[in-house]
């Protein structure tokens, strides 16, 4: 469990994976990744504005509210 009170209110962030875990909590996640066209693809989290994962190369998490922690 990710212990969010020490962690500042977000803004925007934009993350760009490098493999790391991204925990977030009360936020609005969109995730930009390149399919096997090659063409870059976007999707919103809807229903998780609490979550985490792992942060692949070619992926891009933009993060707005709530609070988010990265774990390299």
């Known amino acids: 469990m990710v212990d969010f009170n020490n962690v500042p209110e977000n803004r925007v962030t934009m993350i ?3 493999g ?3 925990y977030w909590q009360g936020s609005n996640v969109t995730v930009y990744e390149i399919d096997d066209e090659g063409q870059e ?3 919103k989290l ?3 504005r609490n979550g985490q ?3 692949p190369e070619g992926v ?5 509210k709530g609070k988010v922690k990265e774990e390299f």
């Open 46 to 48: 809807v229903d998780m």
């Open 16 to 18: 760009v994976g490098k």
């Open 41 to 43: 693809q976007t999707r």
């Open 20 to 22: 790391q875990t991204v």
């Open 60 to 64: 891009k998490l933009y993060i707005t």
């Open 53 to 55: 994962g792992v942060v």
